[in-house]
């Protein structure tokens, strides 16, 4: 999936399906209301340059710790918010320039799930008038649309005869996050942004959901963007991951390299905080300690070394670039300690144990 | 396949119920709250007594008679007695009704209407037009509200219309922070993102999705103004500065009959009465309203 | 600490200024020539050129505001139409005798709100619980010169302990701080009481209510806190809203007095208002606006710095 702005040269076996978007140096900084009086405006560096591509009918997880840029990085695609840099190519078009009528289709193509069933769903509006409302926009007549919207919420499994005139506070939250799938494929998009789509359901509940995007995905030839703290999740639902810190993508590849074959510290901290499934792999590993460092005042040289077991002075010196990682076409890691080269001690050395 | 995943159980749906929209859902709970009831019901009897008046009403309400000023209560012909004219109070308190009821309400309708509008402008389009909008409405926030009412009807000289533009300026600036301070906390939830994904017009989306769930909140604040606007609009014209004599209006007679406290004190009480039962009823009918309405968003 | 306190003040400045523009405009929104009210219907041209030059009506609008301004902040309002006295001397002297009867008022309706108050959040959903909400409504939803008025039959004319109207014995206008004249204040200040009892009982039993209905209070009682201890701590902490409240009443009790003041003859700022509005005495109700506007800001400023100095959540913080 992923080709950072240095092209990489990896063949690419059996052709590799075509991007459906492409994100370039893409940044976004927040000022930060200063308490006192003058003194020079700080910035949050929310999205600090960060490039990827999602190949056509498949699905990228991009996870991280809240804070790290991962929601930001989503409204930012999905033009929800004006980019400070960067470029996004959809579909084999510049995305930038979009205006008026063009942004209006480019809103149709892509579309978003949000974490808050609830908050993602007028309450004043019976469920199949949400469903309704984005292709009444696009022009389709209200009759039809109500019909199609029927469609699609027996679609989610969520029976139209029982459903469509109910109230969002009227159903549970896992049904009103189909509902909101359902709206999501109302406009009949090609990419759909899924941020933190199922953090808020039960577990039960949250298997549901995800078998249903599968089968979904697989049926509409949709291609995922999947924002998510879980990892487990993001290892069932995901092709490639991508893992942000501080605004910056620290290491990307496929998914089962990600998970078999960490090149980075922190993504191996991240893995090895989360309880595994079998008691067998259950690590003594410290997990992660203390906060995020302060995005205003990141530190110098790779943003993570004040947290790294593994950090030297060169980390203080120089931050490492997102570089690919030998033998491996697809996977990416910004750490020292994969490049002999860097002037680590321990670069080089095996790293995933 | 979905439909062989089991659902998880519904919280209150079953086929049986049919779904009721938030107002419904409103309607329903204020017809059960004993409390509306009754303040509603008070309030629907004085709106009768006032618009059915030319034909409820016992007597003339500017036919004055020397011989029978000030009559007590339960005087034979004047069931309220007399006023400082001679005119029949009943019929007077009856048709005071009518202006007592549009000076309160008339304010308090005109601002809902004007305020709603420019707070979901100002808080919809957010930044520099906002901030601009909303510092120069802090100004009348400094001006007490009765102060402010009494200074602007007081400029613009005594007079029906120019009272109800005084209570209608001292209320839209407070009716417009609620609806901006609304409009940004909606304006900020999920499904006004998701609208915009749409790509629909910023018209569009205000129609559809702010303003139904900004309304709510406005609503409630506006009903609790009611009662204010009464005691307010009433105490202009007790003050002179609103209707004037002869027309009959609750806060005026309260005026003219002051001069009868000490022969007749308890007529010359009876028009306050009525604007204090007003005033109450609106009141508990607001309350009421504000719980009614307190229910899931 | 310092600095907040600067941001505030620096923040009414910009208001104080608005004030004044808007207590400058209202005027000019009266229709008519303010000569009217001084200069004969039939008086001669020159007559009138004369007049209008002398109160500097014959400038534009904006330097008639700057040199209002100008003068205003040295302490100069003009000369009173009606009376031709200084309008600066006879809207303090008014203001001294509001004061005097909102601070009353407000001091009479935070003691007894706060007694209510606490009363029925205490005791959440009891009959005195019952009793003080529905006097709070009465508070907020009673017109307050038609109370004063029942008040004066009740207290005045059927049992004559207070006088009805004044503000001392023969008409005077000067206060004592003596019996005699103390009974001339009962009356007005109960009526115009009952606004900020409704309201402060409102707040303070909210309040208290939630409060007892936190865990913390539930803590302290089960480690063996004494009645007084638990309440020492909820008026601790129910104080800086109590404050802030009662702050903006009195505010409010000096704007909304005028009603009181007219029914009471209290010669008050209201009293002086209304004389101002029927005589149109412009710099008098130019005058007597500026000033009260400018003691509710000043208060409103005084609330928002003390307010977070008594409040303990915000010493910690």
Known sequence: MNTPSQASPAPERGGRPQPLLVVRDLKKHFPVRDSGFGGPRKFVHAVDGVNFSVPKGKTLGIVGESGCGKSTTARLVARLMPADAGSLIFDGEGVAEFRGLHLKEFRRKLQMVFQDSFASLNPRLTIAETVAYGPRVHGTPAAKAMQQARELLDRVGLDAANFANRYPHELSGGQRQRVNIARALAYDPQLVILDEAVAALDKSVQAQVLNLLQELKAERGLTYLFISHDLHVVHYLSDYVMVMYLGQVIETGPVERIYGHTAHPYTRALLSAVPSMDPARRTEASPLAGDPPNPINPPSGCRFRDRCPRAHAVCADRAPELAAIHGAPEHFAACHLNDTASGHPDAGQEFSA | MSATLPLPSPVAVSAAQPSRSYWAVVWRQLRRDPMALAAGGVLLLIIAAAVFAPWLAPADPYKASMIKRLLPIGSSGFLLGTDELGRDLLTRLMYGGRLSLLMGVVPVLAAFGIGTAIGLFAGYVGGKVNMVIMRVLDVFYAFPSVLLAVAISGALGPGLSNSLIALTLVFVPQVVRVAESVTIQVRQLDYIEAARMSGASAFSIIRVHVLGNVLGPVFVYATGLLSVSMILASGLSFLGLGVKPPEPEWGLMLNTLRSAIYSNPWVAALPGLLIFVTSIAFNLLADSVRSAMDIRR | ?317
């Not at chain 3, 509005?277 to 005084?302: A, E, K, S, W």
């Open chain 3, 1 to 317: 600490m310092f600095a907040y306190i600067l941001k505030r003040l620096i923040y009414a400045i910009p208001i104080a200024l608005s004030v004044t523009v808007v207590s400058f405009i209202l005027v000019y929104l009266a229709p008519g020539d303010p000569l009217s009210a001084i200069a004969p219907a039939d008086a001669p041209e020159e007559v009138i050129i004369a007049l209008r030059s002398a109160y500097g009506l014959d400038q534009p609008v904006p330097v008639q505001y700057g040199l209002w301004l100008m003068r205003a902040v040295q302490g100069d309002l003009g000369l009173s139409i009606a009376t031709g006295r200084e309008v600066t001397s006879e809207v303090m002297r008014a203001v001294g005798n509001t004061l005097l009867l909102a601070g009353f008022a407000a001091l009479i309706g935070v003691i007894a709100g706060c007694l209510f108050g606490a009363l029925a959040g205490y005791r959440h959903g009891s009959w005195i619980d019952r009793i003080a909400t529905a006097l709070s409504v009465i508070g907020v939803s009673i017109p307050h010169y038609w109370l004063g008025l029942v008040l004066t039959i009740l207290f005045s004319i059927w049992r004559p302990w207070f006088p009805a109207m004044g503000a001392g014995p023969g008409g005077s206008s000067e206060w004592l701080w003596d019996l005699e004249h103390f009974r001339y204040l009962v009356l007005p200040a109960v009526t115009l009481s009952v606004i900020p009892m409704g309201i402060i009982t409102r707040t303070v039993r909210a309040l208290v209510a939630d409060m007892l209905g936190q865990e913390f209070v539930s803590a302290l009682r089960a480690r063996g806190l004494s009645g007084v201890a638990v309440f020492r701590h909820v008026a601790k902490n129910t104080a800086p809203t109590v404050l802030a409240v009662a702050g903006l009443q009195i505010g409010y009790l000096m704007g909304g007095s005028i009603l009181v003041e007219t029914v009471f003859a209290w010669p008050g700022t209201g009293f002086l208002l209304n004389t101002a509005i029927f005589q149109r005495d412009i710099p008098l109700l130019q005058g007597t606006i500026l000033v009260l506007c400018m003691f509710f800001v000043v208060l409103n400023l005084l609330v928002d710095i003390l307010q977070p100095m008594i409040d303990p959540r915000m010493g910690r913080a």
